[in-house]
């Protein structure tokens, strides 16, 4: 379990980058760009076809028979779920002797109130993949081949939100238009702006997969399929951010500024993990007959697993400077499995034979 401790407090996160919802679109609007792109690449293509042949061989220009390098435009979707939990030690410093439910101070003697979420994290990949496959390796039914492929893609996506309470700010304020010096204000702890804590998760690219694998081919007439299973390690990155924020009651009464009546604690850290998986995948290929110059285009659909590798919690305790025994804990969890599930556009190099 990786552990961080922080004992300073911190007016930023540090190196984070926070994606607006102006900047990306929902992983489901790629899919669909992506299956439009196929469709009008496809369409492109149909001019320039290769005639239908009656021999499978024969109008895929022997491919199977031959070493094959190519390259692929893929989308796709990555997806997991993940757990983040925080908790606050008790309070040590001073705050009132009276706390008052009905004014908004919290009831609890800890720093923060205990919080856990799970929650469904995606992102949408848009990237290229480089193969090569071999000749086929035995003159049997499915004429099996080895290959090779690797994938780099970046990654677009929002961060999520996990144990969250509130919106956490290294400013501590009054409510908007109010002064706490009016009796009858309700102005507890629990009213104050920029209090709450949070724990925010997005990812990061590129992405990378390789794999090794098998693939199969199977001819119907002259349409010719790939299935291609094989095992995929993979490297994924995300950046985690923690913060928490709390204003305590030193006394009661109006008439007294924010400064007279609370103290605050801020706390943030934040680090970025890489992730290792490995785990199967496959590949459903389709010779579309199409060519550009010497390459044949074919589409593909793809599935892939991950199971990720090593301690897969992380720690973080930031610490009250002024208080050492205050302090908030938060631990995200990153689930062990992860699903990807990509479609592209390939072409490969098959340079037609003289007849």
């Not at 900047?23 to 076809?49: N, Y």
């Not at 800890?110 to 193969?131: I, Q, W």
Request: with cysteine; glycine share 10%; charged share 25%.
């Amino acid at each position: 379990m990786r552990h961080y401790s922080s004992p300073k407090r911190k007016p930023n996160r540090r190196g984070m980058r926070c994606a607006s919802p102006s900047d990306f679109r929902v992983p489901l609007d790629f899919a669909v760009l992506g299956w439009s792109v196929l469709v009008m690449a496809l369409a492109a293509t149909t001019p320039i076809s290769v005639g239908a042949a009656t021999d499978a061989n024969s109008s895929h220009d022997g491919e199977i028979e031959r070493w094959v390098f190519s390259s692929a435009l893929e989308v796709g979707i990555f997806a997991h779920t993940a757990k983040g939990n925080v908790r606050g030690s008790d309070v040590i410093g001073p705050r009132t002797t009276t706390p008052s439910e009905s004014q908004g101070d919290s009831r609890c003697t800890c720093l923060v109130d205990p919080k856990n979420s799970r929650e469904e994290v995606s992102a949408a990949l848009v990237g290229g993949d480089f193969e090569v496959m071999t000749p086929a390796l035995f003159d049997v039914p499915s004429r099996p081949r080895l290959f090779m492929d690797f994938n780099i893609s970046a990654v677009l996506t929002n961060d999520v939100g996990l144990a969250r309470d509130a919106e956490p700010s290294p400013v501590l304020e009054y409510p908007f238009g109010l002064s706490g010096g009016a009796a009858g204000e309700a102005l507890g702890e629990t009213t104050i702006e920029g209090r709450g804590t949070k724990t925010i998760i997005q990812h990061q690219g590129p992405q990378l997969h390789a794999g090794i694998g098998t693939a199969f081919t199977f001819d119907f007439g002259p349409e010719r399929i790939r299935i291609k299973p094989s095992f995929v390690y993979s490297r994924a990155v995300l950046d985690i951010s923690v913060e928490a924020a709390r204003a305590i009651r030193l006394q009661q009464g109006p008439g007294t500024s924010f400064d007279d009546n609370f103290r605050t604690f801020y706390g943030a850290d934040d680090f970025r993990e890489v992730y290792h998986g490995i785990g199967p995948a496959l590949e459903i290929e389709y010779e579309t007959r199409n060519r550009i110059g010497p390459f044949s285009v074919t589409l593909f659909l793809k599935g892939h697993a991950i199971h990720f590798l090593g301690d897969l919690k992380t720690r973080f305790t930031v610490s009250n400077p002024d208080y050492p025994g205050e302090q908030v804990d938060w631990k995200y969890t990153q689930n062990a499995w992860a699903y990807r599930a990509s479609t592209g556009i390939r072409f490969r190099l098959v340079p037609k034979r003289k007849r």
